[in-house]
């Protein structure tokens, strides 16, 4: 399938594949309309309830698992119904148990949690069976993005020390401890000074919600079957490379503009924060909104459907309960822009919306602070209009 997937795209593309396609900032075909239909929403495991879903993700098998932070356990529902199925996990730092996770991923019958500078494996074809953990050599500086194999994984770096370093994409490989850059500016030798970091608060980005890189210049990656789609993005400009970085596509928008960031938004999210346990005082509520640009990246996340379609999320900061979604074809043609939104009294949480097939999923916590998984049925865009 996945071979199958490259010759298609290479196919679609013509020659030369490095073409750049310059769209206009206007979709071929207009609006699309998912037509969202609630299917179910569930509120706990069984008889427990639902603390803080962090994480989110569906496996090709349709099984959809759901990381509760405050609860420390994985929990695996049926993606159809909804029913619980199964859960695992708890606190601690002994074999397959967890201490602070930040992401899981999957690769053919494996799940790998991504908790504190190291890597668990479970087995998902034996009941979620813990096989091994791996220590990473640099626990914070690589953090997973997507999965190659079970010892090989693509990276945004994080180094305080190099600007240059979230701009980039590497190949990490655990059993040989070293990084090779694929896209992006490889990594100097020479040692920068360390920038500061402004107030020292940030928003935390669990599993993809993407409020980081909706403020923050960023390597945002996608991935589909061994191509992987790219953009840094201060600007709309996203491409296509093999895993060996041979580029099979490349395509933006000329004239969009920025989201603002208003300095209202800005004190409200500041005045939610904690610092030990109260709010942060007047004068680091001040760094925090001076910490926060006044204006949203252009998009935070990349994803392809099962018809090839190419998705970018667009950057809202402020807008809590929806997400706006420019939609390209295979060969990189704007041909829609889209909305997913949710209640309005409902704010987003995890990882936003996921997709499976003509479903999306979402993490959703209610005006009493409650928190709903929920499952829309959706129409997709037809690739063969264009």
């Not at 049925?377 to 264009?386: F, G, R, T, W």
């Amino acid at each position: 399938m996945k071979k199958i997937y490259l010759v298609y795209l290479i196919l679609c593309l013509g020659f030369p594949l490095h073409a750049e396609i310059e769209n206009r900032d206007k979709p071929k075909y207009g609006k699309w309309d998912f037509r969202m239909k609630p299917m179910w929403t569930i509120d706990s495991a069984q008889e427990e309830l639902f603390s803080l879903i962090s994480i989110m993700k569906i496996h090709e098998n349709g099984k959809i698992y759901a990381f509760d932070y405050k609860n420390c356990k994985i929990y695996i529902f049926d993606s159809e119904s909804g029913g619980f199925l199964s859960s695992f996990g708890e606190k601690g730092q002994g074999p397959g148990e967890f201490n602070i996770v930040l992401n899981f991923y999957f690769y053919k019958d494996n799940l790998m949690v991504y908790d504190a500078g190291k890597i668990h494996y479970f087995s998902i074809a034996k009941n979620h069976d813990y096989i091994r953990s791996s220590i990473l050599e640099s626990p914070f500086g690589f953090p997973p993005t997507y999965f190659l194999d079970e010892n090989r994984y693509l990276s945004i770096p994080r180094d305080p020390s190099d600007p240059d370093a979230q701009k980039r994409a590497d190949i990490y490989d655990m059993i040989q401890k070293r990084s090779t850059t694929l896209v992006g500016k490889p990594p100097s030798n020479k040692k920068k000074k360390q920038r500061s970091t402004g107030s020292g608060v940030m928003f935390i980005s669990s599993g993809g919600s993407g409020k980081n890189e909706q403020s923050e210049t960023s390597m945002i990656l996608g991935m589909k079957n061994d191509v992987i789609f790219y953009g840094i993005n201060d600007q709309y400009l996203i491409k296509a490379v093999d895993l060996s970085g041979k580029e099979l596509l490349s395509f933006s928008i000329k004239g969009r503009k920025r989201r603002k960031i208003s300095r209202a938004f800005k004190k409200k999210e500041g005045l939610k924060l904690k610092f030990n346990g109260m709010q942060l005082s007047p004068d680091m509520l001040k760094r925090f909104i001076g910490n926060i640009p006044d204006s949203s990246t252009y998009f935070f996340r990349i994803f392809v459907d099962d018809n090839g379609l190419i998705y970018t999320f667009v950057s809202d900061f402020e807008n809590q309960n929806k997400r706006i979604i420019d939609i390209f074809s295979p060969k990189g043609e704007y041909l829609y822009q889209a909305e997913l939104q949710v209640p309005q009294d409902h704010i987003l949480r995890a990882s936003g919306f996921m997709f499976f097939h003509n479903s999306v999923f979402a993490v959703l916590e209610d005006p009493d602070g409650e928190i709903k998984l929920t499952k829309y049925q959706i129409d997709l865009p037809n690739p063969d209009k264009e």
